[in-house]
């Protein structure tokens, strides 16, 4: 059988989704979830085997999180972690095994503690993160490594037609700061608008600035 990728989302994703943008456009900052396709090549750093912890930043109307879902498939922790209450009370009505916490994604240390954990295996980002400002970035990905287990994965994406504007590159530098590894992904194109997908592997322990 042939799975043809798809970028169809449900529609009451998609309108939730664009009124949330329409509230609060540098927060959500897009107008559209993020397709499976996406979904697929984002969430692929999480394992098939064993019991990981799995930390989900910025999950929406969890087009990524049903992906990691069914990667787990029972196994291991799901959290997400979504500033946006509304966002995060329809992810936890969805997904009754995702603990979802509406918090600010800087605070992520804390949000594993109340959970019993130090530590995240995984973590993948649907955070916008050229919405952000310098200061915002620097915290965010401060709270990734520090959170990350050595042999850990991060994963987040980008829009390809930002790929070489000033805050894309930045955050490029920032990754190659705090990793040993980063590695890009193919262009996913069936996604709107489309995007690729930053893998991030060996987080330093003091960042290279
Ligand atoms: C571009 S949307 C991506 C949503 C979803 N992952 C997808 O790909 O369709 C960004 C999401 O990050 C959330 N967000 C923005 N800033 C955040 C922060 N500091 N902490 C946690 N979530 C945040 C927004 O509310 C929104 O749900």
Known sequence: MTHVATTAQPAADRAAFLREFLQDPFTVAAVTPSSAALADVVTATVPNTGAPVVVELGPGTGAFTAAIQRRLAG????????????????????YPGVDVTV????????????????????????????AFTPDRQDDLLDAVTGTLTPDGAFTTFAYTHTRWAPPARRLRRLLRARFEEVVLSRTVWANVPPAFVYYCRRPRTTPNR
Do not use: Y
């Not at 196994?75 to 969805?94: K, T």
């Not at 959970?115 to 916008?128: E, F, K, Q």
């Open 75 to 94: 196994r291991g922790r799901h959290l997400a972690v979504e500033i946006n209450a509304r966002f995060a009370e329809r992810l936890a009505a969805r």
């Open 103 to 130: 918090a600010d994604a800087r605070g992520l240390r804390d949000v594993l503690a109340r959970h019993g954990h130090r530590h995240a295996d995984v973590i993948v980002s649907g955070l916008p993160w050229a």
